[in-house]
């Protein structure tokens, strides 16, 4: 079952790094997040720590796949912009890129040989950070760049999880990162930086001074 | 072994009728009946064909050839884990250029008749075959390599019975050829054919110059291609096992669902932009890719 999970992970991976429009990322997030609590379900439902698999598997669906679309999706209405207009990179570059990306993690998962980590688990973990990286790389605008990141953090969620059943404490840390990072920036963005600049360009920031 | 070939040509007649009864219904009209595709070239085969003056021999010939080279890519594809009406090592790559042979005797008429459109028209669709073919040969190599057969009938035959993940794969590839069908034959979202103006067409305006039988001709081989598909759809998908007459109603149930999901999909989806095009062919090839690394796990190369 995992393996399946697992596949139509790397298939909303690969439209996320196509998508253009703001409604399609917020999909794709949740989406992701809802195969993130299927997957952490049936990974850690065989462990003999009863809370921290509830704690584990209800933040996953509460925070991944319910509030930080809806987060998210507030944040689309208050930008009054439905899609992305300028990209770093077209979009056929950055699915090239992608696709390297996946066979660079394939090869990486198979020349580290951890002990005691499955390698599938491995292989997506890799694969989905990349993609939250090369997302990052790849546009110019801040949503894309918000949506890198969770997808990044899905990645590091998704590494907790290849050791989940015997580091409680690293899957713990892993939703303490997903909390901070999705709190605090969207935190930010919705109440401060984006009442003020519609569609905001991360290349305007460079014309800051200190 | 003819009943595969046979049911490919007897389903080749109603799916488009299909498609656009449900394009139809979809948009609140009752539609024509599911034959008129059909009969619309039965009407065609009855006319004579019109020739520019500018245009060669290769013109007249072309249809003729993309249609045979579709019958004879038909033969090699098997039904109910029988064999097909011919088979040889690597005979995939025999069908994949046979179709290419009919696109490209399509595209060198095309650009026969010196028109700018349809140069342009010949342009998109080199293109296009050019980046959804490495999705094909990645889907038939991955199959090749976790069969370790290189033959249709061979991978057919053994595909479904191995391992716990075929559905999986058989899932994944069959939205593959699906996707690959739809480019294949022109429609949605890569190609509408129902445009009615020239410069956002890509295969309707290769073929402007023709009329009468060739025209007809022309659509027949767009029905059979979706014949085609539906049969490797119903390979993928139905374990070589059953009975051949679960078989025969397994490919007339493939037939009706992939025949009503073009039509919804043509129904409630806009024609990409020309621009955005090369990025969806290539998640095609992605798709695929993602398929070599399910089968690589299966198959525990890397796990």
């Known amino acids: ?210 | 072994m003819m009943v595969g070939y046979l049911l490919m040509l007897i389903s080749s007649i109603f799916f488009l009728g299909i498609v656009n009864r449900i394009k139809s219904i979809a948009s609140g009209r009752k539609g024509s009946s599911v034959l008129q595709p059909f009969r619309d070239v039965l009407k065609l085969f009855k006319k004579g064909a019109v020739y520019s003056e500018t245009s060669s021999l290769l013109f007249r010939v072309a249809p003729t050839v993309a249609i045979v080279a579709v019958l004879t890519s038909m033969l090699v594809v098997p039904f109910a884990g029988g064999n097909a009406v011919f088979s040889f090592s690597g005979d995939f790559v025999f069908f994949a250029y046979m179709l290419a042979l009919g696109r490209f005797t399509m595209i060198i008429a095309a650009l026969d008749t010196g028109s700018s459109f349809e140069g342009m028209g010949a342009n998109r669709e080199t293109l296009y075959g050019l980046l959804v073919e490495p999705a094909f040969f990645v889907m038939m190599g991955v199959l090749a390599m976790i069969t370790g057969l290189t033959s249709f009938t061979e991978i057919f035959k053994a595909f479904n019975t191995i391992g716990d993940y075929s559905l999986l794969l058989g899932l994944l590839f069959s939205y593959l050829v699906i996707l690959i069908a739809m480019v294949e034959n022109s429609r949605l979202p890569v190609d509408d054919p129902k445009t009615h103006l020239e410069l956002t067409m890509v295969h309707e305006v290769m073929i402007l110059d023709n009329s009468g039988f060739d025209l007809g001709l022309i659509h027949l081989t767009t029905f059979l291609k979706f014949g085609l598909y539906s049969m490797i759809l119903t390979n993928l998908l139905v374990p070589p096992t059953w009975a051949i007459g679960y078989q025969v109603v397994c490919f007339t149930a493939v037939v009706a669902v992939f025949s009503v999901l073009v039509g919804l999909l043509e129904s409630f989806r806009a024609r990409n932009k020309m621009g955005k095009n090369p990025p969806y062919l290539l998640t095609l090839t992605a798709l695929g890719l993602l398929g070599l690394i399910v089968a690589l796990l299966i198959i525990q190369k890397i796990a």
């Open chain 1, 1 to 210: 079952m995992n393996i399946v999970i697992i596949v139509l992970f790397g298939v909303t991976l690969m439209y996320v790094s196509v998508a253009e429009r703001f409604d399609t990322y917020v999909k794709l997030v949740a989406i992701q997040g809802i195969l993130l609590f299927f997957l952490a379900f049936s990974e850690l439902s065989g462990s003999k720590d009863m809370a921290s698999l509830v704690f584990v598997v209800t933040e996953t669906l509460v925070f991944k796949a319910i509030a930080v679309p809806l987060l998210l999706r507030s944040i689309i209405k208050k930008m009054r912009v439905a899609k992305v207009h300028t990209k770093a990179l077209p979009a056929f570059y950055s699915l090239l890129l992608v696709l390297f990306a996946m066979g660079v993690s394939v090869v990486l998962a198979d020349m580290l040989k951890i002990g005691r980590i499955e390698k599938t688990f491995m292989i997506a973990a890799l694969f989905t950070v990349f993609t939250g990286l090369i997302l990052v790389i790849a546009h110019k605008k801040i949503f894309p760049h918000l949506v890198g990141f969770l997808v990044l953090e899905n990645g590091v969620f998704m590494f907790s999880l290849a050791v989940g059943s015997e580091m409680p404490f690293l899957v713990n840390s892993g939703i303490l990162l997903d909390l901070f990072a999705s709190v605090l920036i969207l935190g930010l963005f919705a109440s401060r930086i984006g009442k003020r600049l519609n569609d905001p360009n991360v290349e305007e920031l460079s014309t800051l001074k200190d």
